[in-house]
């Protein structure tokens, strides 16, 4: 199969070529740039906190992300300087 297909690609026009090459070259790196985020989201191991130091100055923890991230960090163990409105 592989053979025919060559074969028949050679028959093929110049520009028929270059485009057949850069949509090859375009699914290649759509494909790497999908493959390398379902790793970063999914598969790719937690980091470890408790490396950047064992304090951590919380800012805007009254509501939202600070509060949410105050939280995360809390259950990892790292103690917290919490600054906030109320």
Not at 15 to 38: A, D, E, P, Y
Not at 45 to 56: D, E, L, Q, V
Not at 61 to 68: E, N, S, V, W, Y
């Amino acid at each position: 199969m592989d053979a025919t297909f060559l074969q028949t690609l050679k028959t093929q026009p110049l520009w028929v070529i270059i485009l057949f090459t850069l949509g090859f070259i375009s699914s290649i790196k759509i494909s790497v740039t999908i493959l390398r985020w379902v790793y970063v989201n999914f598969l790719r191991p937690p980091k470890n906190i408790k490396k950047y130091g064992s304090w951590a100055l919380v800012t805007g923890l009254t509501d939202g992300i600070g509060k949410a991230f105050a939280f995360e960090l809390a259950k990892n163990g790292v103690n917290l300087i919490l600054v906030g409105r109320n």
